[in-house]
């Protein structure tokens, strides 16, 4: 174990609510906590012990408590923790903790006590980012990647690939030692090729069940796009099935609307802001094309609305053009005022009477979800930087296998076999720096 100094935060969010939870965790923790305690001497408790206790200041009360003790290594962190459970209110659970600082120890950071746990060797990065999962799981899907993720599922099969690679990287080296058996290098180089080729399929398939599984948990940043007046606000209620934006016909009324989160059949559609896209007073430039693209450009998904019952004019062909190499969805509403447009591939709807509302889901779904795959997706990486360091070692897994092609000497691709194996140490922390390990704990919460 690393010897850290003490740190301590309130893990629980400070509501009134029946109790706080305060922690702290490094050499001193418990000798700390003893010195505000009384009724107990948690000093001589063994670890993984709960006992009920009192708080007091001056001899006088300020808290009731239940205290734990868990001695290093056997605790979340490997180090010595106590958890103080108080009362449930701000000011007593604020005092406790004012006074734990007063004697030495130290305000946690956001995720510090998992960070411990990561750098105690207690788990590796990928169970780490599980526990922040976990806090922020909002479906059933999501809850339960984050809970094999925890389980070391990530860890498992990425330990696996990097083995797969290590393998390779040892045929290199016995060629490269022992030059002289040609025969040898022939067969090398055929195995090489055929590992190479293997890998690349394996690890190309895991990232596509990845994307599926991304989906699920980090659902789709989602643009509802329009000229006014074309029934955006009212798609939006259709598709929230309840009457929560206000819909007019007077053009520019329903600006703020369309923002916020819908769930469709399991899959979240994050709602981008598009407030200043049609923020506009301008009444010739009625689409901000600047905006339109900032919006554009962090959207996954484009929802593009046009409307049946009016030729198409200037404003739709425009929106036409800057979406046509986004991932999109070209809808036809007002379709119950028995209009058509002439375009490839649109779905019609009407945000009025629901008609066509739910093809519309089943198509958006469609879109990013291969029904066919889902089946035997059961795969846990759906994170954006896991999937990212799985795309670095498959393009250098690509580059070695094309310089493998090629005829290169074996030892010209260690290179590229040793890249691949670092980008998948990254995922598992195994060969993350300080600076990304930092970067990643930044995002947990206080006391987690
Ligand atoms: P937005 O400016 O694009 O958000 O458009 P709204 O949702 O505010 O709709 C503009 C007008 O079109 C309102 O009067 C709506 O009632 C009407 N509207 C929207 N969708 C439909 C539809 O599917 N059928 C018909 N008949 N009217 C619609």
Do not use: W
Not at 263 to 292: F, Y
């Amino acid at each position: 174990m690393n010897n850290y100094d003490t740190i301590c935060a309130i893990s629980t969010s400070l509501g009134k609510s029946a109790i706080n939870i305060i922690r702290l965790s490094g050499e001193d923790s418990i000798e700390i906590a003893s010195k505000i305690i009384s009724g107990v001497d948690i000093r001589k408790k063994e670890g993984g012990t709960i006992t009920h206790a009192y708080i007091k200041e001056n001899g006088n009360y300020i808290d009731e408590i239940l205290v734990s003790v868990f001695r290093a290594p056997k605790s979340y962190t490997g180090e010595n923790l106590v958890e103080i459970n108080t009362h449930g209110g701000a000011y007593v659970t604020e005092r406790v903790f004012d006074m734990l600082i007063s004697l030495g120890a130290r305000v946690a950071l956001p995720g510090e006590f998992t960070k411990r746990a990561f750098m105690n060797n207690k788990m590796d990065l990928t169970s780490a980012e599980a526990v922040m999962d976990i806090v922020n799981a909002n479906t059933r899907k999501s809850l339960d990647l984050a809970n094999k993720a925890l389980h070391r599922d990530i860890y498992n099969l990425v330990h696996e690939l990097r083995g797969n690679i290590m393998d390779i990287l040892l045929q290199i080296e016995v060629n490269i030692d022992y030059p002289e058996y040609e025969d040898e290098i022939e067969i090398s180089h055929e195995k090489v090729k055929h590992d190479t080729s293997m890998l690349i399929d394996k690890i190309t398939d895991l990232i596509d069940k990845a994307e599926v599984m991304r989906v699920y948990k980090e659902g789709i940043k989602t643009v509802i796009l329009g000229k006014p007046n074309v029934g955006k606000s009212s798609l939006l209620n259709a598709l929230l099935n309840q009457n929560k934006a206000i819909v007019t016909n007077i053009s520019g009324t329903t600006r703020d609307i369309v923002e916020g989160k819908i769930n469709i059949g399991g899959v979240v559609l994050h709602l981008l802001d598009t407030a200043g896209v049609r923020d506009t007073d301008n009444p010739i430039e009625l689409i901000g094309i600047e905006k339109t693209m900032e919006v554009l450009n962090e959207a996954e998904l484009v929802l593009l609305v046009l409307d049946t019952s009016a030729p198409l004019d200037a404003q739709d062909y425009s929106l036409l053009e800057m979406t046509k190499d986004k991932k999109r969805i070209i809808i036809g509403n007002k379709i119950d005022l028995h209009g058509k447009l002439d375009i490839v591939d649109i779905v019609n709807v009407s945000s009025v009477t629901k008609a066509g509302v739910d093809d519309l889901k089943k198509k958006i779904i469609k879109l990013f979800i291969d029904e066919d795959m889902e089946k035997d997706t059961e795969v846990a990486i759906s994170s954006t930087r896991h999937i990212g360091l799985l795309k670095e070692a498959l393009s250098s897994l690509k580059d070695a296998y094309e310089s493998e092609k090629e005829g290169l000497y074996l030892d010209m691709l260690e290179i590229d076999f040793k890249k691949a194996y670092t980008s998948l140490g990254l995922i598992t922390g195994e060969e993350a720096t300080s600076d990304i390990v930092d970067e990643l704990f930044k995002k947990f919460c206080l006391g987690k």
